[in-house]
């Protein structure tokens, strides 16, 4: 998809970004727990952020754990879905990793 910018979260505003749209989707959405959603990895993980033309489409966390990798939290707004952005998303989680020396990705299961 063209005008995708898929990227590492860099400052505070980011990662509001990145929080609002894993509220819209799993909270509003899917029914998760604002409490079970947002946990005590978020502060620690890196984050990545999927915009188009400077607007919020999707997000994802990666967690380190030694050299492993634990993806989760992948979200993608209802008005952007069917365009490919949660495969971009994944496809630039998993070239981070592997760019960085990650021995083993692994998922985590769904919320």
Do not use: W
Request: glycine content about 4%.
């Amino acid at each position: 998809m063209k005008n995708i910018d898929i990227r590492l979260v860099g400052n505070r505003e980011e990662l509001e970004q990145v929080l609002k749209i894993r509220e819209l989707v799993f909270v509003r959405e899917q029914n998760v727990q604002n409490e079970q959603e947002r946990d005590e990895f978020d502060t620690s993980s890196n984050h990545v952020l999927a915009m188009c033309r400077n607007k919020p489409m999707g997000c994802a966390r990666m967690q380190f754990i030694d050299r492993r990798a634990k993806l989760e939290r992948v979200a993608v707004l209802k008005n952007c879905r069917k365009r490919g952005v949660g495969a971009l998303l994944m496809d630039y989680l998993v070239t981070y990793c592997k760019k960085n020396a990650v021995e083993e990705i692994f998922f985590a299961r769904a919320m």
